[in-house]
């Protein structure tokens, strides 16, 4: 078959859970021997210079943010005024190798498209119009779509992917425009062909909250490899970086990682990792993230305060770095209010590092037996679990050795599996 895949997240300088899901679901589809394309929306129109289009690629800016800026709105009403609904028509952009693209942008794929300014455009009609943009792209037998966008690609078999309802289950904890989000979603699951999602807690809401006949949602996880990206690097190794970077030993620190954002829980964490009297530093490896004022400023009090460096916040650190890191810890602290998957614990788990992590969202699903498991409003609880993670030197041997286990069932050939026969289920 051929597919296309959209790039608005896979575009991102830094990248998402998103931009993980799509560039594995790219590799993974390719590994089922279909031919496989992704969908660019950069700002720079198709120039008669191949080298300008390589370029766009790597200066494209999806415009992640829900609501269009005030001239990206005039220009949809033009637009609408002059009926300009029609097709988009997207244009091949080939890889010549002169662009040297970062590597997030190496893809598992055959084609490069691009059509101008796709993403913003679009969010900007569905605002303005209720309409779906329309691209023109021949020849796609189904068109995945892995964020909540109004697009279409007629002929092809549009499956969608809602990773989580976060915006509507805990409002407060993102900047979307709630009634505009609940509308896009509505009308997505209403003329998909199929929905996709990432685990089976986020199925649920789908079909609770949004009302979608359970038979047009397929849950099929997410998958990680992180594991492999230390193949032939040796424990040793791993504890001399370590020492490096932070000043301590191998399995001598906690370990978070993740946008500071509400949803993470940074303060009930802050606060429970203090009252469990641990010794053991906690690392702290996220970038500000939208609502995170408060969190950084705790952050930023409790570091400056901290003369024995029981608090380090790194702020974001490239992936090579942040694996190794994982690797070394004692253990990972993701005591998140809710997750549509909750990818740091499977990275985590496939390290052979332990979780505590929280028994709310799909979080269970992901963790199994291989997490300790709490309630992320109560402190008291997170801080007993650090505790017993603290102290208990069989215990994180054990759920090291069961975390490998757990994290093989989200492996790239279980998800290759799961994704063909979700193929096979549409008959396309």
């Known amino acids: 078959m051929k597919l296309s895949i959209d790039a608005f997240n896979i575009s991102l300088e830094h990248g998402t859970g998103v931009a993980t899901y799509g560039r594995n679901l790219a590799a993974a589809a390719a590994g089922l021997g279909h031919d496989v394309g992704v969908v660019f929306g950069a700002k720079a129109g198709h120039s008669k210079v191949p080298l300008l289009n390589e370029i766009a690629l790597v200066e494209g800016d999806p415009m992640k943010a829900q609501k269009p800026s005030p001239l990206a709105l005039t220009r949809a009403t033009g637009q609408a005024i002059h009926g300009a609904l029609r ?11 002169q662009v040297i693209l970062p590597s997030s942008l190496q893809l598992a794929c055959t ?12 969010n900007a009609m569905f605002h303005v119009t209720g309409a779906f943009t329309k691209v023109r792209l021949e020849g796609i037998n189904v068109a995945h779509w892995t964020y909540p966008l109004p697009i279409t690609i007629p002929g092809a078999c549009n ?42 807690c986020s199925r649920r809401d789908i079909i609770e909250i949004l009302g979608v006949d359970e038979n ?12 492999k990206m230390l193949d032939g690097i040796g424990e040793d190794e791993i504890a001399r970086y370590i020492e490096g970077l932070l000043g301590v ?89 809710y997750e549509g998957f909750g990818l740091p614990v499977l990275e985590s788990l496939s390290l052979g590092t332990p979780v505590i992590t929280s028994h709310t969202s799909s979080l269970p699903e992901v963790a199994g037996d ?9 402190v008291r609880q997170i801080a007993a679990a650090i505790r017993k993670m603290d102290n208990d030197e069989g215990l994180r041997t054990d759920l090291g050795k069961q975390g490998r286990k757990q994290a093989a069932r989200f492996s790239s050939e279980v998800y290759k599996g799961r994704l063909k026969t979700f193929y096979n289920s549409v008959g396309v």
């Open 249 to 337: 030993g191998m399995r001598e620190y906690f370990l978070f990682f993740g946008a500071i954002e509400p949803k993470k829980n940074i303060a009930r964490l802050l606060e429970a990792y203090l009252g469990s009297s641990s010794t053991t530093p906690l690392v702290i490896v996220g970038a500000p993230g939208w609502g995170g004022e408060k969190d950084v400023n705790l952050l930023k009090s409790l570091t400056s305060l901290d003369n024995r460096k029981r608090i380090i916040w790194l702020g974001y650190m490239p992936r090579e770095m942040l694996v190794m890191l994982i690797a070394g810890a004692r253990a990972t602290l993701f005591p998140s209010l």
């Open 370 to 378: 291989a997490g300790l498991l709490v309630d992320p409003y109560d």
């Open 216 to 227: 047009r949602v397929t849950n099929l996880y997410q998958s990680s490899d992180t594991g």
């Open 111 to 122: 084609h490069y498209w691009n059509v101008r300014d796709l993403y913003r455009t679009s």
């Open 87 to 97: 097709h988009r028509s997207a244009h091949n952009v080939s890889l010549s190798g």
């Open 159 to 200: 499956v969608y992917t809602l990773h989580d309802l976060v915006p509507l289950r805990l409002p407060y904890t993102t900047a979307d425009r709630k009634r505009a989000y609940y509308d896009l979603c509505k009308r997505i699951t209403d003329r998909a062909d199929h929905i996709l999602t990432v685990s089976e």
